[in-house]
């Protein structure tokens, strides 16, 4: 699907889950060698954190029309992909699979040209949440 301007928030988001849900993400337990799939959800999340999730957050669009006479300009697009598990390991599993998959996987009309990433943990409920948020940046000229 060809991202346009006027469908550009639902268009990236729709194209990064494709994406992201054809890699499939997994965990791979370390002492037993088991894996367990990651789900994928949208932002607002509220599930129980005991499986592996991937969470794709609200596209973020910056916009600047610095060309000469003001009529174009760049677009710079931010997703978030928040990735948590039980433990870091775990969230580091599932932010390098979707990284992976991000730069392997061209979405027509933007290039990817930066990421960056953060760790959180959190003490939810008498259970510890660790979680990899990374944004992702791409440029729609």
Excluded: H
């Amino acid at each position: 699907m060809a991202v346009s301007d006027s469908t550009l928030d639902t268009s990236v988001w729709d194209e990064v889950k494709s994406i992201i849900v054809a890699a499939a993400p997994y965990i791979t337990n370390s002492t037993t060698s088991a894996t367990e799939a990651a789900t994928i959800n949208a932002m607002y999340n509220d599930k129980t954190a005991n499986r592996p999730q991937v969470t794709i957050e609200p596209i973020e669009v910056d916009e600047s029309l610095n060309r000469f006479g003001g009529t174009e300009g760049r677009k710079f697009i931010n997703i978030t992909i928040m990735c948590t598990y039980t433990n870091g390991l775990g969230a580091d599993q599932l932010t390098e699979q979707v990284t992976t998959a991000l730069k392997s996987n061209t979405i027509a009309g933007i290039e990817l040209v930066g990421l960056t990433s953060g760790y959180d943990f959190n003490v939810a409920a008498r259970s510890k949440v660790q979680s990899k948020t990374t944004t992702y940046t791409y440029d729609r000229e």
